[in-house]
């Protein structure tokens, strides 16, 4: 560890507080901060980083692995330098299931920087297992990412690891990991660094030698191509031995592999009752299963084989893979010669009880939790119901928007008549509410620079289709300025006529999600399909004529927290109407995997003129003052006032 390190040339007075170094090859820098001198490494560090130049060569990209600025509460990093385009994550544990860290009895909060994870043995691991510079060997090194893991990763896999080594093979962990925790990567440093899993002691569980892996091989269910490429290419980049990943559809493929010395194994959830059966089979090997339930959803088509296999029902998009899992698991025989790993950001009761760790009281929690609260919190995902409403509270506040502060009654039922009906005159009503509104709040706004998509969400595939045909004549009607898609698996008769989605469409089914992610269409309309698993930054309005409940409601409205920085997206751009639900049902929906209440009724603009009214009786203010402050936030003197 070397303090005030000068490094640079041009300007020898310039220093960063600190760097460590191994064998004289610098692997993190810091820059530190505290409360006493005025200064955050939020706000201070940060830019003392963005101000730095570049081109020097302790600070050039891929000279270190990490530049870190901490304070007495929080540590943020960054793996790249780019002036103010420097992107700095949290690398905090967070606290309350919120951002942050947790108060210290014995010193600072981030004292575990350097308790923890500058520790030599630690610093080690991090560098020789989670360290890593994606890219194509023959890019550019500018045009390569450099992965440094956030806490939470780390955490958890450490947690793994010990947990395996000291208790040995035949324990079940969920893993409940919010949308925006970088689960893939976990996923994968997980399955590399299981397969290198030593006992802690002979008398363990599936111990054989104490210089004997745990685990035969690694099985991970996912339905994620991108996982499978990435987990190949990372195990490529990390492990010596070569060609150690293998897919595996059925049992025997299962068998081949083991013998073929393939170590991580990769499987689709709707083969995952096969794998099963594979596993019991080879009892005399060890298993370690991560399974990835969080974008399950992401094929029709991989759901509707699913569906098959497991006898389903009709629609093969209202398949809950989560459901399928514990069904498999429940119909046959679990062996003790193999650990279960389920990462969902959702986890149903069933699934809690089946994969969670069982406390004295009897309830059941998971093994590790980063929740939907931090991610928000952190910046990773965004707040869906921040602007949640419900349509008879859309309409009240377009009411009191319009200065009529009478509640027009039968405007309000002849509109609201669609609440309850299902006929394509209803729909047809519904759908043209949904696209003025998209039109004049998304469109004409010009949200995420004009890019930004929105989703109706109908109860049915008979619904859908109603849908889409209403949003269709709509648009005719306005000139189509822009287009939509459906989404649905299979074919569906409609009054004697058959539809698909790719003759709806006008291209195959595979295509929709790319199509999608075009200009010109700007609208999506789907019943099951696409309501898990699709993520879609653009999306940022969603209207809902359909039930939602419990985990079907989380991650519905999930589609839309997606971030998407270059397009400078922000919660107020986040916008959901509900024709179906009530917001208590939202709420409740919510609750469990949110960790905290944040979502209120429907706003009343009358709110804030009794508030007015209030503060005129007491006097409180002058309205040279209210004016004055107005014209300093808008300029945004304000903000930067706060800020320093």
Known sequence: MTRQVHHSQANPNESVDMVLFVNGLPIVTLELKNAWTGQTARYHGQKQYRDRDASQTLMQFGRTLV??????????????????????????????????????PAGHKTAYLWEEVFQPKSLAGIIQHFVLLEGKQTEPLAKKTLIFPRYQQ?????????????????????????????????????????????????????????????????????????????LRDNIRDFSEVKNIVAPAMRSADLKAALENGKKI????????????????????????????????????LAHDKMNQAMGGGED???????????????????????????????????TLEKFGTKQPDGR????????????????????????????KGYYEIQKSIEHNPLFDTAKAQKKLRAYVERSQQTINTKAEIMVENFVDNVVNAKKLRGKAKGMI?????????????????????????????????????????????????????????????KDEYRLLVVANKYLTGFDQPKLCAMYVDKKLQSVLAVQALSRLNRSAPKLGKRTEDLFVLDF????????????????????????????LHELKETLDEVGVHEWSEVRSSARAFSTGRMRKSSAR
């Not at 514990?326 to 650990?339: C, E, H, P, V």
């Not at 939907?372 to 921040?386: N, R, S, T």
């Not at 939509?484 to 595979?510: Q, R």
């Open 67 to 104: 530049h870190m600025t901490a304070d007495t509460d929080e540590v943020w990093m960054a793996t790249k330098l780019a002036g103010g385009a420097t992107w700095f994550l949290p690398f905090n544990k967070g606290h309350n299931e919120g951002a942050g860290n947790p108060p210290n």
């Open 316 to 350: 093969p998009d209202a398949v809950d893979p989560q459901d399928k899992i514990i069904a498999a698991m429940q119909a046959r025989k679990m062996r003790g010669n193999a650990s279960y790993l389920a990462f969902t950001a959702t986890p149903k009761a069933t």
């Open 457 to 517: 969400v109908t109860q049915d595939i008979e619904m859908a289709i109603r849908y889409y045909k209403a949003v269709q004549a709509d648009l005719a009607k306005r000139g189509n300025p822009f287009k939509a898609l459906i989404a649905f698996s299979g074919e569906k008769e409609v009054e004697g006529i058959k539809y698909t989605e790719a003759d709806m469409n006008g291209f195959p089914e595979d295509k929709t999600r790319t199509e999608f992610d």
């Open 154 to 230: 780390l955490d958890v896999v450490r947690k793994l690891l010990d947990h395996a080594a000291g208790h040995g093979v035949g324990h079940s962990y969920l893993i409940q990991h919010s949308a925006g925790s970088g689960k893939s990567n976990s996923i994968t440093w997980a399955a590399y660094q299981l397969i290198e899993t030593y006992p802690g002691r002979l008398d363990l569980p599936g111990a054989r030698a104490l210089d004997a892996p745990l685990f035969d091989s690694v099985i991970v269910v996912t339905d994620r191509r991108l996982l499978d490429k990435q």
């Open 580 to 607: 179906f639900n009530s917001t208590d049902d939202i709420k409740a929906a919510f609750d469990p995997f949110f960790t905290v209440t944040t979502l209120s009724e429907a706003t009343d603009v009358n709110v």
């Open 364 to 391: 059941f929690k998971p093994f590790h939790l980063y929740s939907m609260k931090q991610a928000i919190e952190e910046g990773f995902i965004l707040d869906v119901l921040a602007n949640y409403t419900t349509y």
């Open 265 to 300: 194994i990769i499987t689709t959830i709707q083969k995952f009752p096969f794998i099963i059966d594979g596993i019991a089979d080879l009892s005399d090997k060890r298993f370690a299963v991560i399974i990835d339930e969080a974008h399950s959803g992401q094929s029709g």
